[in-house]
């Protein structure tokens, strides 16, 4: 029998350190299908394949540009001292993920305004022409095209990776110590992103590949998931402590639910008949996906938090 | 160089809170939150129990997360006696720095910025010691430089058996409990 | 699982809890902004035990309090009470005013009204129970330094039935005990030289929890000389953890234990002979009297092993005759309470440790002539309290015998009552008998510095400025080394408080008894009172302590070994109460078991509250906010409690308690229940106090009276545990 308490009782850390709400997840989860869509556009521009591929390769970024501010903004409701925001880009600090982040999401900016420029809506380009002519200068070299691609694939990369690194960086929390985490952040990711297109895409043949593109991201998100528990399972106590929050503890319920169950498996088996044509293709499925990343990410904070390495937690 | 460190006795600790209290009225810690607090761990099934109070705050980590994480430098190493501080009026209240630490001993001010423990070094710099240490009625805290092999917390880690905390996040902690 | 809304919710509550205490929010590392720094040296008041304390103001403000260096009773260390002592200036439940009732006594309905006219009013019903009653019906219960001018004021008006909770709610029974035995008290400062002790048995006394300042010091100085520590509690309490020898005994057994413990050092011989010989009186009845209780006898009284018992009485033995059997201090537990005390003080004695090192040194003082006042009247009629020498050996006065004489009019009636700086209700058993009793009065004061539940019975509230803000008589105390200490203003009152000594000066003017206080104000009192003893009130403002020449303290220094009681010798067997039909030598008697599905109601300090004074004190309140009831691990399990959990308590009468959180644990028997004294309160002017917590006191509606001298055993209540549904 161990019997600890604490007479420490500060908001945010106690009984259970709660730092971060639900702005953060959101900022992650935005993140990581910022950078699914980056990377799946930034893969057709490269091919070259913008005009077959319309939706992901002009509108998906647009749609990122727009995602992308809402999670700054998350980020900053987020910060409890916000009118020295601006102290984040007066230093650079090599070891923070954070500072990392922060001047990644400035760059992310001019790499989602080139595509923006690639093909600049007819309604934006009346109003200013000036738009127009640059976008025809733009395209007028082919080379752009592609480099485009490549530097959104890897801007993408990085970003989905860091979403993860944020957290894993943390050594404190014994859940978000591992370095699976922003590939798990990656492919969800990638497998969010994958689903936009899939909903909102007008041509079915776009809808068919990127739902069959889907599955395979699914799929992908459940080895990763396996491995992210195998590896943990397979280390110290806390973190198998922390891996069992998720499996069978307070977490377990709406993980193995939502995540699993309603986030990946239902929906794969769905798509899985739509894009073999055994029903019709509906908004359900990659909604059902869309939302089981937003509440991996809630889980992955939350439980996270919870996750500690003083073990048993506190009796008050 | 000086490497500040606190060595507290548990077996002299009697988990009066003193320190809480004195750490409140000196550092204007706001109602509702602690920068120092009391933890007692027991074992064992009555009446044969063992009971460890510790007196616990920031370890000033000799390697510390909560320095690294920081996006504005905000959290730094002061340049006396590796003690970790927080610039106020650097800080974005991000909150990185709280989940990072392993002993939890961050709390968001009210004012908006990340505070904890400063092992009281405006005292510290006037030659006093911190004021928690300063208080305790059982005199079972010392503060003191450990790269000063004639200073008390020095002699006191080589002459009693001690612990530090949650050794294995790997932060190297400063405070050190006698046992 | 709750992601979103908690978080902002407690910002909230956070901001707006920050922003209306007087602590939040300043700005710390402005190191550029010039603040200007000034130190007052003063003693606290948070609990009797008197520190000295130097008060730090910062641009005007109360920034801290901490030790006095030069206090030989703080060492420069004042306890988590004394350095919480801001926040009972900057209460904000604070009494302002003075107020009168509106409606009928309890109902807290007041109106604001002036000294003069609060005085004015309490000034002609004195006068007037005066001629109808005596001037005897008038009675001050009063605890603490503060009450020494209203005390004076009373004996000049005619009564001396005057009566602190500190006698027969606290230590009466141990001095009584220790006075029996040795012709002299433990008194306060405890004279127990723990600091030297190579062996200390705690019996119930919780230091560490108790923060008697210099105790709690010296207990760690014992600890670090690694002396023999022996707890026998029922509750595995702080200092139980330091100890060596844990003793989980049955409530109430302590006696058992005590004559247990007396009869192996006596068969054994191995106590101290060259001692008891010299100084001991009737020890061969003593020894014939002590030869039945053998550990084994008491080992089902006590529940604790023969072995055990044996093996801790030889620890006592090897270190005697430094070994220091704790006289406790609040000892009104059982009824038997003097008695064993009186069984503590002898196995002291065998110990030899009286007037010895690591034993009990004789306390000295420093030589401060009293103020010169004209003589008290005569009174014809004895004090109220104790009608026939009921209680042959009460030495003071018993605030059970004022409540009981106001509430049957015998020996004579009680009319009016001055309650100053005690909150009855909290203090005194059975608060029934309280609230009856004020039902009788003609008058009923209440001074106080905040709201507290006796406050809300009273006619007429008086607001005293805190200890912090105010001059009170000095502190010459008995320790150690001789000394005297100051209390003075170190922070303006922030409202129409007043002093105790203006308040007792001016009410004695409008009862034409001005001549008794001579004196302008206070500080002519003290300077004078100073100045005689040829010392400097300059020295004694600017430091707070003067310092007496060091004297001897034990026999071996050269303190005369003699012993006041009529034989001149220890009184291991006592011919007064053996005269007076009580047992020569103290006997067990088992206390009343509890009934099947009751558990005992123990109760006991928290380290950071003082009684239940403190529970107002927002720095205070922020270390703990309300108490919990500690209940055995198993038997929550029965129950299906765990820690955190609410419940109420029940009293075998029937009486239900708030709301309690359950911590469950391993600490404590099976058979008791313990929560920490004080809170509770059901005063609504306590703001911010009102309701957490429960009162032990509202629970202990049974006492038991110790038939030496009146005290009222209170650990004799049941209570079941009620389940919210
Ligand atoms: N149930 C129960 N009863 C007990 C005890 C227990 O543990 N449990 N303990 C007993 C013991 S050991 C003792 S010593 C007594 C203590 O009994 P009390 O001395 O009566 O203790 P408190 O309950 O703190 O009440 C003190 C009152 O004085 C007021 N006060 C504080 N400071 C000042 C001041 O500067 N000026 C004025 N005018 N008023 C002030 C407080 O606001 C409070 O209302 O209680 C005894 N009774
Ligand atoms: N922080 C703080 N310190 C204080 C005070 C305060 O209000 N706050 N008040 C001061 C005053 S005036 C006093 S009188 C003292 C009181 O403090 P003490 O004299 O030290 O202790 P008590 O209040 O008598 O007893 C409480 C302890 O006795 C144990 N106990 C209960 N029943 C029994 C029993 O039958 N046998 C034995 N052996 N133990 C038992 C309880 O578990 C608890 O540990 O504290 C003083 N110190
Ligand atoms: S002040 Fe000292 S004895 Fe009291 S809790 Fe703190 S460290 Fe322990
Ligand atoms: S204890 Fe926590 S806050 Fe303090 S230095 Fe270590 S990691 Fe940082
Ligand atoms: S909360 Fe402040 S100190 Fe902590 S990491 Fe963020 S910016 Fe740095
Ligand atoms: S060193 Fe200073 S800031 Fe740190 S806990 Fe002690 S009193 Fe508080
Ligand atoms: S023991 Fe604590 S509360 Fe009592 S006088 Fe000393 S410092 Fe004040
Ligand atoms: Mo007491």
Redesign the pocket.
């Known amino acids: 029998m161990i019997e600890l308490t604490t007479t420490r009782h500060n908001e945010l850390i106690d009984p259970i350190v709660h730092v971060w709400g639900w702005e953060i997840p959101i900022y992650l989860f935005i993140g990581g299908w910022v950078a699914g869509m980056m990377i799946l556009s930034g893969y057709f521009f490269m091919k070259g394949r913008g005009k077959e591929y319309h939706c992901v390769c002009y509108r998906i970024p647009l749609l990122a540009l727009g995602l992308i501010t809402l999670g700054m903004l998350a980020l900053f409701l987020d910060l409890e001292h916000k009118f020295y925001v601006w102290r984040l880009y007066t230093t650079f600090a090599v070891k923070s993920p954070m500072s990392w982040g922060a001047w990644l999401l400035l760059l992310l900016y001019p790499t989602l305004f080139i595509i923006f420029l690639l093909q600049v809506p007819d309604w934006i380009s009346t109003r200013w022409p000036i738009l127009h002519s640059w976008s025809q200068k733009l395209r007028s070299v082919k080379a752009i095209t592609k480099i485009v691609g490549m530097v959104n694939i890897v801007m993408g990369i990085i970003l989905g990776t860091y979403t993860g690194i944020l957290l894993s960086a943390l050594g404190a929390r014994p859940l978000w110590n591992s370095a699976i985490l922003c590939i798990l952040f990656l492919v969800s990711g990638l497998s969010t992103a994958a689903a936009m297109v899939h909903m909102i895409a007008k041509e079915r043949a776009e809808r068919e590949l990127l739902a069959r593109a889907d599955n395979l991201f699914l799929f992908m998100e459940l080895l990763v998931l396996a491995l992210f528990f195998i590896g943990l399972l397979s280390s110290t106590n806390v973190q198998i402590q922390s891996a069992m929050l998720l499996l069978n503890g307070p977490y377990a319920a709406v993980f193995w639910v939502f995540v699993v169950l309603l986030g990946i498996v239902v929906p794969l088996f769905i798509q899985n008949l739509a894009v073999n044509h055994k029903i019709i293709h509906t908004p359900v499925s990659p909604i059902m996906v869309i939302i089981g990343g937003l509440i991996l990410r809630f889980i992955i904070v939350s439980a996270g938090q919870f996750s500690h390495y003083a073990n048993a937690h506190f009796i008050r | 160089m000086a490497r500040f460190a606190m060595v507290i006795d548990t077996v002299k600790c009697v988990g009066c809170m003193d320190c809480v209290v004195a750490c409140k009225t000196e550092n204007k810690v706001p109602e509702g939150f602690n920068r120092d607090w009391i933890t007692t761990d027991a074992k064992g099934k009555f009446p044969t129990v063992q009971m460890e109070i510790r007196s616990e705050r920031c370890n000033h980590c000799d390697n510390p997360p909560c320095v690294y994480c920081c996006p504005t430098k905000a959290s730094h190493v002061h340049d006396l006696g590796g003690v970790v501080l927080v610039h106020h009026h650097m800080c974005i209240g991000c909150k990185a720095c709280l989940a990072s630490c392993p002993y939890d001993a961050r709390f968001i001010h009210p004012d908006g910025y990340a505070d904890k423990c400063t092992f009281c070094i405006h005292r510290v710099e006037k030659g006093l010691d911190p004021a928690c240490v300063a208080v305790c009625p059982t005199h079972c805290m010392y503060f003191g430089d450990l790269d000063d092999v004639e200073s008390q917390v020095s002699k006191l880690l080589l002459e009693r058996k001690n612990h530090a905390l949650i050794p294995e996040a790997g932060t190297r902690p400063e405070i050190y409990y006698l046992i | 699982m709750e992601f979103i809304s908690r978080r902002k919710f407690l910002k909230i509550g956070g901001a707006s809890l920050a922003a209306t205490t007087a602590i939040g929010n300043a700005k710390l590392f402005d190191s550029k902004r010039a603040t200007e720094l000034r130190q007052v040296p003063t003693f606290c008041?948070?609990c009797?035990w008197k520190c000295g304390a130097i008060a730090t103001i910062q641009d005007g403000k109360l920034w801290k309090v901490e030790g006095n260096p030069k206090d030989p009773l703080s060492r420069g260390r004042l306890c988590p009470r004394g350095s919480g002592g801001i926040g009972?200036h900057y209460d904000p439940d604070r009494l302002k005013t003075p107020l009168m009732r509106k409606s009928v006594r309890g109902e807290e309905e007041w109106v604001a009204v002036s000294w003069d006219e609060a005085l004015g009013f309490i000034a002609d019903k004195m006068k007037k129970i005066k001629a109808d009653y005596g001037p005897e019906a008038m009675a001050l219960f009063s605890?603490?330094i503060?009450g020494n001018f209203l005390k004076h004021m009373l004996k000049a008006y005619g009564s001396a039935n005057i009566a602190?909770?500190?006698f027969a709610?606290?230590?009466g029974p141990r001095d009584v005990g220790f006075k029996l035995t040795f012709g002299e008290d433990v008194s306060s400062p405890e004279r127990t030289d723990i600091r030297n002790a190579e062996c200390l048995v705690l019996i119930g006394s919780h230091l560490g929890e108790n923060m008697h300042n210099t105790q709690v010091q010296e207990f760690g100085d014992a600890i670090a000389q690694d002396a023999e520590i022996i707890v026998v509690d029922p509750r595995f309490s702080v200092a139980a953890s330091k100890a060596k020898y844990y003793l989980p005994i049955k409530p109430g057994a302590d006696l058992a234990l005590l004559l247990a413990w007396m009869n192996v050092l006596v068969t054994e011989n191995l106590y101290n002979q060259d001692y008891v010989t010299k100084y001991g009186f009737g020890f061969d009845h003593f020894v014939n009297e002590i030869l039945p209780f053998t550990p084994e006898w008491a080992y089902p009284e006590t529940g604790i092993e023969p072995d055990l018992i044996r093996q801790t009485a030889r620890v006592m033995a090897r270190h005697k005759p430094a070994t220091l059997i704790h006289p406790g201090?609040?000892v009104?537990w059982y009824g038997d309470d003097a008695q064993r005390s009186r069984a503590i003080a002898l196995l002291n004695a065998l110990m030899g440790n009286w007037g010895v090192k690591g034993g009990f040194y004789y306390p000295v003082s420093m030589d401060i002539p009293g103020y010169p006042y004209p003589e008290y009247p005569h009174s014809e009629r004895p004090k109220v309290d104790n009608p026939d020498n009921k209680y042959p050996f009460a030495h003071e006065t018993i605030t059970n015998g004022i409540r009981e004489a106001t509430l049957t009019g015998n020996p004579y009636p009680i009319k009016g009552w001055l309650v100053?700086?005690?909150?009855?209700m909290?203090?005194?058993?059975n608060e029934k008998e309280t609230i009856q009793a004020i039902q009788n009065l003609d008058l009923m004061v209440v001074?106080?510095?905040?709201p507290?539940?006796?406050?809300g019975w009273a006619d007429v509230v008086?607001p005293?400025?805190?200890?912090l803000e105010?001059y009170d008589d000095l502190n010459v105390e008995w320790f150690r080394e001789p000394f005297t200490a100051l209390r003075q203003p170190v922070i303006d009152p922030p409202h129409d408080q007043k002093p105790?000594w203006w308040i007792a000066k001016t009410l004695a003017e409008k009862l034409d008894l001005g001549h008794y206080f001579p004196w302008k104000d206070i500080e002519e009192y003290l300077s004078y009172r100073i100045n005689q003893a040829g010392l400097s009130y300059e020295q004694l403002k600017s430091e707070g302590i003067l310092l007496g020449e060091k004297q001897p303290i034990y026999f071996s220094e050269g303190v005369p070994d003699v012993f006041p009681t009529p034989s001149g010798k220890i009184e291991f067997y006592s011919l007064q109460l053996a005269q007076a039909g009580f047992d020569a030598v103290p006997k067990y008697t088992k206390p009343p078991q509890p009934p099947p599905g009751y558990f005992r109601l123990l109760?006991?300090?928290s380290p950071v509250h003082?009684?239940?004074?403190?529970q107002s004190n927002r720095i205070l309140m922020d270390m703990m906010d309300e108490n919990e009831v500690w209940i055995n691990q198993d038997v929550a399990g029965r129950y299906g409690l765990k820690s955190g959990d609410y419940i109420r308590l029940k009293n075998q009468d029937g009486v239900v308690s708030n709301r309690i959180k359950v911590k469950a644990t391993e600490r404590i028997r099976t058979d008791c229940v313990y929560m920490i004294?004080?809170f509770g309160h059901n005063s609504r002017m306590l703001k911010f106090a009102y309701e957490k917590g429960v009162?032990?006191?509202q629970l202990?509606t049974q006492y038991t009276v110790d038939p030496l001298m009146g005290g009222t055993a209170?650990n004799v209540n049941f209570v079941t545990l009620e389940l919210e549904a």
Do not use: K, W
Request: glycine share 8%.
């Open positions: 008041d948070i009797f009972a605890h603490g503060g602190a909770p500190s709610q606290c230590r201090r609040h009104t100053y700086a005690t909150n009855l909290h203090a005194l058993p001074i106080d510095v905040i507290a539940e006796i406050a008086l005293e400025s805190v200890y105010r105790n109760y006991g300090r003082s009684f239940s004074r403190t004294h004080g009162s032990d006191a202990i209170m």
